[in-house]
Each structure stands twice: as structure tokens, then as C-alpha cells.
């Protein structure tokens, strides 16, 4: 009589582990894939940058200075290893930026020109991305986390190794703002 | 019934398209059993037959409302598909949404119109579609743009678009049975009452009297059913759905302000249709700003309770 019911639990017992296990993986996955989202809109960025200088250039070719310095943020931000490196390139970069597009203020046949209006909506668009993309990558890795640490997942957690995934944390407040290039 | 989260919302969403699923297809071999009767003269195998035919039909109904409703709708919206090229800043904060969203890019819409308002549908978020109409689109700035898209990119996060859909194509087919079949009566009924005369009985036509007046009634009540259903709570989950992916609530705010100055009517929406959109598209402004009408909150709460979110 004791046998089935055993047995019943035992047979439960493990369908929930399936359960839970399957989803811990799902939203492990979700996690990397919002991290490798954040990758694809930096790059994005790097891709418009050469296309914005040629183009402000044309207009302003003596502001080489300026110039000079968005390629060579752009260019220390493909190449940074490790995060904290890579964070300060990007920095410098937002910072490179926003010096040129505050140059072109005063450049209004430059601000007339439609292909630059164009750069600026896609590198605003861009800006945001990178920050909606790491809002998403936190969101995602706060239900991950809380997952793996309420009861009784927290248990099946430990047992496979699903590690604590990190937040993204911005040290700088000028970082952490979406970078505001005033026109 | 609260519904607490994003997830109770999508379950509570399925389950309800279901249900309509299994309602409409009952509705509908009711009536077609009820004609069937009525075309027969009481015979009941002859409404059983009908019944049937009518089953059939409710099924290729239900798959067609599932997979081509929301072609249909934004057909009867007359809107029109646009390209990344149209207009790059309204491609650009949509994908800026559903990157947030970790959401499917949804296919885009222009309506041509000057009044102001935006909707969403499709089945699911992978088949999803949104539409904006021109007058709207002209007068926001880019954050009020990214709050309406925000907005109905949680409609679509929280499958709010598939019961919509479901409800607006299946009770507009409903209604125009209805219709359909009120005026078949007026034509045949000539010749079927010449015919009951001569078996001397009135029984039949007053069947048929009955029937004209059931159906007659349940045309506008269907159309108020899908006002009901679609709550209140829905907008205001949107709402907060949008400032989950924003994290700007002034955005859709301000949006909602300018869209309660509107009182333009959009000429392409219908009783049908009117619950699918951001604002109602049909009732005059002071109506929507007081909110009498239950498909939509009053758009002064709506401000209220998103600038509450921002503190």
C-alpha cells in the first residue's frame, strides 16, 4: 500500500526537478543572449564612426584634432580587453563623440547636410540601444538570479552549478546616464 | 480577477483566446442549428444538417481570424506596410524597444490620417504588427514616440494583441451574419409564408419572427461584449509595461496629453476595432477624458498614475 505512494512522490519529485532544471537553463540562456546583444550594438557603433567623420569631414576639415581623436576612441574601444578597460575606451569614445557633435553647431552648412542629420538619428538610436540592451541584460539576469536562489530551486541550482550571473554596473554617473549629445 | 504580473497577463491572455475560441464555435452552430429550424419549417434533422455545415465553417473561421486576423484587420484600418527607409527614427525606436524587450521586431504600419492614434495585433509576438497613424506620427517628439511604441510593444508582450484580435475578427463576422441573415429573411420570407398558408399554419412564421427579432437584438450586444471584455486593466498594464522598457514615464505622459487634445475621428476604425487602439478612436474627446466609455480609462488617470510611477 506504502509502494505506490512512494513511488508516486519519487516519480513527481523528479518531473519538477526536469521542470525546474529546463528552466533554469532557459533563462541562463536569455542571460547570454542579452550579453552578446550589448556586443552587437557597440559594434554598431564602430561601423558608423568611420561614415560620420568622412561626412563631417567634407564640411569641417580642419577640426582635425577632434577628428582625430573619435577614430582613435573608436579604434582603443575594438581593441580593450576586459571589462573595466573596455567600459573607460567606451567612455572616452561617448565623450570624443559629444565634442564633435557640439562642433558641428557651429558648422550649419554641415548641420544642413541630410547624410549627417541621418548619422545623428542613427547614433542617437545607437546610444540607446547600448543602454536598452544593458537594461535588458540586467533584467534578464535579475529573473535568472532569483531563480537560482528561491526555494526550492536553489537546491537543483547547486547541484548542476548554475552559478550568480553579475548586473551591469556603471562605476561613473556620467556613464551610467544615456551619454546626452545636445544638437 | 487582479492580475498581478506579466505572466499571469500572457496566461490569462491564452487562456481567455481560447475560451472565445470555444465560444464562438458554439455560438455559432447554435445559430446555425436555429436557422436550420427555421429553413425547415421546426424539421430538426434539417437543422442538425446545418448545424454541421455551420461547425465546419466556424472552424475554417476560427483558423482564418488565428492566422489571417490580423492581416484582415490592418486592411480594414487601410494601413500600409512601411520600410526601415520611410521613416528611419520610427524603425530606430521601435528596435530600441524591443531590444529592451528582448522582443522580435514587429512588421510597421502607417495609417493615413490626421487624427492621432496607434495599435497593435497579431497572433503572438513573433507575428506581430504595429500601426501608427500619420497625424500621430507628425506631432510627437521622439520620446512621446518612444512611449506609444513602448506601449504597444507591451500589448504585444503580454499577447493582449491575439485575444484583441481574435474578439474584433470573430464578432465582426459574427455581426455580419447576423446581418446577412436578417435580410435573406426579408426575401424568402415572402415565399415561405405563401406556402405555410397552405398547410394553414402561422407557427412557422412566427418562429421566424421570433428568430429576426433574437438576432436583431444580439448584433449590437455582441458588439458591446467585446467593449466589456476588454478591460481597463489592460491599458493601464501597458502603460506600465511601457515604462518598464522606457524607464521615462514623461514620455508616454506627455504622449497621452496631446493624444487627449485630439478630437478628430478616425474615419477607418469601428465598433469592432476600437478597443485594439491607444486612445478610442471613434468617441469625441471631452467623452474620452472623462472616460464613460469602459474599453478605455480616462486618459487624466492614465497620466496620473504613470507620473505616480516616475517618483
Redesign the interface.
Known amino acids: 500500500m506504502l509502494w505506490p505512494i512512494v513511488l508516486g512522490v519519487l516519480v513527481l519529485g523528479v518531473l519538477l526537478a526536469i521542470y525546474t532544471y529546463n528552466s533554469l537553463v532557459t533563462k541562463r540562456v536569455r542571460v547570454r543572449n542579452a550579453w552578446s546583444q550589448i556586443d552587437v550594438q557597440l559594434k554598431r557603433r564602430y561601423d558608423l564612426i568611420p561614415n560620420l567623420v568622412e561626412t563631417v569631414k567634407g564640411y569641417a576639415s580642419h577640426e582635425k584634432e577632434t577628428l582625430e581623436r573619435v577614430i582613435q576612441a573608436r579604434n582603443q574601444a575594438i581593441n580593450a580587453n576586459g571589462v573595466a578597460q573596455q567600459a573607460e575606451a567606451e567612455n572616452m569614445l561617448t565623450g570624443a563623440l559629444g565634442k564633435l557633435f557640439a562642433l558641428s553647431e557651429s558648422y550649419p552648412n554641415l548641420k544642413a547636410n541630410e547624410n549627417f542629420a541621418q548619422l545623428q538619428e542613427e547614433l542617437t538610436s545607437t546610444e540607446n540601444r547600448i543602454a536598452f540592451a544593458r537594461q535588458h541584460y540586467n533584467d534578464t539576469t535579475a529573473s535568472y538570479n532569483t531563480a537560482c536562489q528561491t526555494f526550492p530551486n536553489n537546491l537543483l541550482a547547486g547541484m548542476f552549478g548554475f552559478k550568480l550571473e553579475e548586473f551591469f554596473e556603471i562605476e561613473e554617473p556620467e556613464m551610467r546616464d544615456a551619454p546626452k549629445v545636445t544638437f | 480577477m487582479a492580475v498581478e504580473t506579466f505572466h499571469d497577463q500572457i496566461a490569462h491572455n491564452k487562456r481567455n483566446s481560447f475560451l472565445l475560441i470555444g465560444v464562438f464555435m458554439l455560438l455559432f452552430i447554435g445559430i446555425g442549428m436555429l436557422i436550420g429550424m427555421v429553413w425547415g419549417g421546426g424539421d430538426m434533422t434539417f437543422g442538425i444538417i446545418v448545424a454541421v455545415i455551420a461547425g465546419i465553417i466556424a472552424f475554417a473561421l476560427t483558423l482564418f481570424s488565428f492566422y489571417g486576423g490580423s492581416g484582415a484587420l490592418l486592411a480594414l484600418s487601410r494601413a500600409r506596410e512601411i520600410t526601415h527607409k520611410d521613416d528611419?527614427?520610427l524603425f530606430?525606436?521601435i528596435?530600441?524597444?524591443t531590444?529592451?524587450?528582448?522582443l522580435p521586431m514587429p512588421r510597421i504600419f502607417v495609417i493615413d490620417d490626421t487624427a492621432m492614434n496607434a495599435f497593435a495585433t497579431g497572433r503572438d509576438p513573433a507575428h506581430a504588427a504595429v500601426a501608427i497613424t500619420k497625424g500621430l506620427r507628425a506631432k510627437l517628439n521622439?520620446d512621446e514616440l518612444q512611449g506609444v511604441m513602448a506601449h504597444e510593444l507591451s500589448h504585444v508582450r503580454h499577447y493582449d494583441i491575439r485575444y484583441a484580435m481574435l474578439m474584433a475578427v470573430m464578432v465582426g463576422v459574427l455581426v455580419i451574419l447576423c446581418d446577412v441573415f436578417l435580410r435573406s429573411m426579408w426575401f424568402g420570407g415572402g415565399r415561405r409564408s405563401n406556402r405555410d398558408r397552405e398547410k394553414g399554419g402561422g407557427g412557422a412564421q412566427l418562429i421566424l419572427l421570433i428568430v429576426a427579432l433574437v438576432l436583431a437584438i444580439i448584433a449590437p450586444i455582441l458588439a458591446r461584449i467585446i467593449q466589456m471584455s476588454l478591460s481597463r486593466q489592460r491599458e493601464y498594464l501597458a502603460d506600465a509595461g511601457a515604462v518598464e522598457?522606457t524607464?521615462n514615464p514623461r514620455g508616454l505622459a506627455s504622449a497621452l496629453a496631446k493624444l487627449s487634445g485630439d478630437n478628430e475621428v478616425l474615419e477607418v476604425a469601428n465598433r469592432a476595432t476600437a478597443p485594439l487602439y491607444i486612445v478610442h478612436p471613434i468617441k469625441k474627446f471631452e467623452a474620452r477624458a472623462k472616460g464613460m466609455f469602459s474599453t478605455h480609462p480616462p486618459i487624466k488617470d492614465r497620466i496620473e498614475r504613470l507620473m505616480a510611477l516616475g517618483n
Open positions: 528611419p527614427q530606430n525606436v528596435e530600441e524597444m531590444i529592451a524587450g528582448g521622439r522598457l524607464r
